[in-house]
């Protein structure tokens, strides 16, 4: 009798409790999945600093298949599609071009669409706070990072479908560089039209995979944050201007960073940084050659980072 | 409507739409000379000091072409070079075939996201703020009037030509981290997958 007892408690306790004491984790992993399997059209603007960029995010399931488009609504445009695992990149300055994944490259971070367990060692999940974000009850979520080098990530999730609602680069004094913040969700039964559009578009191929071993660059890059794996090494020229660089790409699941080192310009010019939003570009004059590191990280990791390149001896 | 026929009462109505003083409603879209409206646009670009490395690499290669002569900044020999390899570049641009019939207009304002950059806090860091160059916000001016750096000491010149090699290379830096992000994606994928297959074996 005292064992049914039990049972019966626990059995009545459990549902309430499921909800209420889900962890961040499991918050993350829930978005992960609804972001791909429901029928909504949003709006969103990106704060960086004193520039805003508006977004229209859209995806459906039809037919079978996942549509997705996010559009940039200031400027020329920039319009980005995807069909499963297709990607396509429309943009004035370049030919569309296609990459086989299965989440757009946008403002935010792919990570939260895949696994977030990969963050696991240099992030850790915090529950946070709930609220209220653009016009929904909203749960807090904050993706800290365990040391200064990097940025943390925090998002509010819609607490019903568990939608993105909100989310924000934030620094280690707790202030907000860049915010996402949706003005407008509408989840419906049936996919925007918009989307049916999409489906009958023809799109380029993916871009071939390149298999071959990639040209080691031999330069040394002395030291990088805690967990920055190098995805990439080559020589190339630059799309905009036809300038050659050796080129490292790093990442550590939740931001990219580049390390572009190029011959120097002429001129005594002193090293600096620019930043927009969570962005930083650091170029460092080294000399003989000029160091330049771009990524979502502190201007002071990515001092370090260009300081720490050195020749090959 | 052909352009003979735009009339002055016209480009006031597109002047002020340009300038966000008149809504769409009262003028009717289909009749703006669309010449006129993309010219006027850049103009206000210009004015909002959005223009973009796009269309500054003209004035780079102007730069490198009179600082050649200059014996002091000999090396401006190999920017020159760079600088008029990059020509074909721009034109590749704008023979892009999915935009084709968009004017330099929308190219200045779509790159407009790397020239927010570019006005934005140069020197942030420890370095302090008046040891860096501080970007130019209004480098088409000079393109507009290029006789000007004749005029201009030649050591003046160098600096700006100098700013603008910079300013162009930062532009390409953000653009190709942009690029090599996107493209990166798959990339991280097979590694993790490579990393999952390894554990399982």
């Known amino acids: 009798m005292k064992y049914l007892y039990v049972v019966l408690v626990s059995l009545w306790l459990f549902p309430a409790q499921a909800k209420s004491e889900m962890t961040a984790k499991q918050w993350l992993d829930n978005m992960a999945t609804a972001v791909k399997q429901r029928n909504f059209v949003a709006s969103f603007v990106v704060v960086k600093d004193r520039a805003m960029e508006p977004y229209r995010w859209s995806h459906g399931i039809y037919e079978g298949q996942e549509l997705e488009l996010l559009t940039l609504l200031n400027g020329a445009g920039l319009e980005m599609v995807r069909v499963d695992d297709r990607v396509t990149y429309y943009e004035p300055q370049a030919q569309p071009y296609s990459v086989k994944t299965s989440a757009i490259s946008g403002p935010i971070p792919e990570v939260l669409f895949g696994d977030v367990e990969q963050l696991a060692q240099n992030y850790s999940f915090v529950l946070g706070n709930k609220g209220r974000i653009a016009g929904r009850p909203a749960q807090l979520l904050r993706i800290e990072a365990k040391d200064q080098d990097k940025y943390s990530y925090w998002v509010w999730l819609d607490t019903e479908t568990s939608l993105l609602l909100k989310s924000a680069y934030v620094n280690n004094q707790g202030e907000f560089l860049e915010q996402l913040q949706l003005s407008h969700i509408n989840v419906s039964e049936t996919p925007a039209s918009e989307l049916l559009e999409i489906s009958r578009r023809e799109f380029p191929a993916p871009l071939p995979r390149n298999e071959e071993p990639s040209y080691q660059g031999s330069w040394q890059i002395g030291w990088l944050p805690q967990g920055f794996e190098l995805l990439k090494s080559d020589r190339h020229k630059l799309n905009l201007n036809n300038e050659l660089a050796d080129y490292y790409l790093y990442s550590d699941g939740l931001v990219e960073v580049s390390v572009f080192v190029q011959r120097p310009l002429a001129g005594q010019r002193p090293s600096g940084s620019l930043t927009s939003g969570a962005t930083t570009i650091y170029i460092h004059n080294a000399g003989a050659f000029d160091v330049s590191v771009i990524g979502n990280i502190p201007v002071a990791t990515a001092k370090n980072i260009a300081e720490s390149v050195q020749r090959p001896l | ?201």
Not at chain 2, 51 to 61: E, G, K, Y
Not at chain 2, 123 to 138: F, I, K, R, V
Not at chain 2, 179 to 188: D, G, K, S, V
Request: proline share 4%; with cysteine.
């Open chain 2, 1 to 201: 409507m052909t352009k003979a026929k735009c009339s002055e009462q016209d480009k006031a109505l597109i002047s002020a739409l340009v300038d966000n003083e008149a809504s769409v409603d009262t003028l009717n879209l289909a009749d703006v000379d669309r010449d006129t409206l993309a010219r006027y646009s850049l103009i206000g670009n210009v004015m909002r000091s959005e223009t973009a490395p796009s269309i500054q690499l003209d004035i780079a290669a102007q730069i490198a072409q009179q600082l050649e002569q200059e014996p002091v900044h000999a090396q401006f020999g190999q920017e020159s070079k760079s600088s008029k390899e990059a020509q074909p570049q721009q034109d590749n641009v704008i023979r892009g075939t999915w935009w084709r019939g968009i004017t330099q207009t929308a190219i200045a304002a779509s790159v407009a996201v790397v020239a927010v950059l570019g006005v934005q806090q140069y020197g942030a860091t420890d370095n302090g703020a008046d040891e860096l160059p501080p970007l130019q916000s209004n480098p088409f001016i000079g393109a507009a009037s290029p006789v000007s750096y004749s005029s201009q000491p030649a050591l003046e010149n160098a600096e700006r030509g100098l700013r603008e090699l910079q300013h162009q290379r930062i532009g390409a830096l953000v653009l190709e981290h942009q690029r090599q992000t996107r493209e990166a994606a798959h990339l991280a994928n097979t590694a993790n997958k490579d990393e999952q297959e390894q554990q399982e074996q």
